[in-house]
């Protein structure tokens, strides 16, 4: 008995390490009895990484361990070693990609919890890794050990469901059913309601047809087996319920507080650039947007409270603030056109000048709302959030 874990099988533009580890699992031999599979999201800057940088891993229990290791041998050989450096051309993603590189592992039991939070907090390389008893392949092995390692902690649950080979083209999921579905207090994250858009189908080419995340497991299935089984929803390959750490808030650890020393808000984009005490740079990315809001209301002396990710760059890439204490609001210079700092006047009746760029225009003031849009805690809407990102709403039972 033991864990299996598995990663970076896929390329942007196809695969999925879900289908694949799905694939595996439903070829076992017969005596190899199954655990809880679970689907382990990453730390979302790591160098090399996959689509949503996701790994799995499940234990498995079976009386017979060296012919289960020689059937996953043959399996590597077999099914996933030919993945390896697989890059499609991409025409749904311009980043830029690196070839996948899977890697698979098998602990006799889960190592030191250490890797994980390792793993989904910062860049891990391939010597930091605790000795599997037996790997395969390359630089997949980070996340497959991450899967196993990680301890559950907090933990949500996802059914995913995947298309029938070869299905390419619109996917067909049954919006009423899906409407219905949402209205479960356990479903969740299945539907934007500010767009009315459901969020459970991928988009572009991917082999996933659908995937339901419900507070439980027994909700995720039997809301899978809903939406599979109405009318307009497409017949699937198969699927299956993965415990996950997606909203978990796992990857965040504290918060910064900080008075606001300059602001800067790209004027095509909206998004926002704090520099907070210390020499913090913050960006608050349009995308985020209650977050990007506050941010563009905020001024210098006002104190905030950011929870975020710090990028390689040095810059935290905020995913929820609050405004702590506010400077009193008066008029204010405009901010520039075209790079975003505040413009300064001239004198009198001289207009106002950008002290950065140069850019002039009128003697123009812009009225500041005196109170924040957001009196509390603010976080982007359901479809801005990165996988890991915990709801406010569920911080306050914690
Ligand atoms: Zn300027």
């Not at 050989?77 to 051309?89: A, M, R, S, W």
Request: one cysteine or more; hydrophobic letters at 40%.
């Amino acid at each position: 008995m033991g864990w299996l874990g598995l990663d970076d099988t896929d390329s942007l533009n196809g695969g999925c390490t879900t289908e694949v580890f799905h694939r595996l699992l439903n070829g076992l031999p017969e005596d190899a009895e199954l655990g809880t599979p679970r689907l382990v999201r990453l730390w979302p800057f790591a160098q090399r990484r996959t689509r949503g940088n996701a790994a799995v891993a499940v234990e498995i229990r079976s009386n017979d361990e060296p012919a289960l290791l020689n059937h996953l041998d043959r399996w590597w050989k077999n099914h996933i070693f030919p993945l390896t450096g697989d890059v499609q051309e991409s025409t749904i993603s311009e980043r830029v990609q690196t070839p996948a590189s899977p890697g698979m592992v098998w602990f006799s039991r889960p190592p030191d919890a250490a890797i994980y939070w390792a793993a989904v907090r910062g860049e891990v390389s391939e010597e930091d890794l605790p000795k599997p008893l037996r790997r395969w392949g390359g630089h997949g092995c980070i996340g497959a050990t991450a899967a196993v390692a990680w301890p559950a902690m907090t933990f949500t649950w996802e059914a995913i469901a995947w298309r029938k080979n070869g299905a390419n083209g619109p996917r067909f999921v049954d919006e009423n059913t899906l409407l219905m579905l949402d209205a479960w207090p356990e479903v969740v994250f299945s539907r934007d309601p500010r767009r009315g858009k459901q969020l459970v189908a991928p988009r572009g080419v991917s082999p996933v047809l659908f995937g339901l995340r419900a507070l439980s497991e027994s909700t995720a299935e039997r809301a899978c087996r809903t939406l599979l089984n109405a009318e307009d929803t497409e017949e699937a390959m198969g699927w299956r319920v993965f415990q996950t750490n997606q909203a978990s808030g796992d990857h965040l650890e504290g918060s910064i507080i900080g008075d606001v020393l300059a602001l800067e808000v790209d004027s095509v984009r909206k998004h926002a650039m704090l520099t907070v005490s210390e020499n913090t740079l913050i960006r608050v990315f349009a995308e985020s947007g209650p977050v990007n809001a506050l941010a563009r209301w905020l001024m210098p002396g006002d104190r905030i409270e950011v929870r975020g990710l710090r990028h390689p760059d040095g810059s935290v890439h905020a995913e929820q603030m609050r405004l702590v204490e506010s400077v009193p609001r008066a008029r204010l210079r405009p901010l520039c056109p075209s790079c975003g700092h505040r413009m300064k006047s001239m004198g009198s009746g001289q207009g106002v000048r950008c002290p950065i760029c140069k850019h002039r225009s009128g003697d123009d003031w812009v009225s500041v709302e005196s109170k924040p849009p957001y009196e509390s805690w603010v976080e982007p809407e359901v479809d801005g959030r990165r996988h890991l990102a915990r709801p406010l709403e569920w911080r306050k039972n914690q």
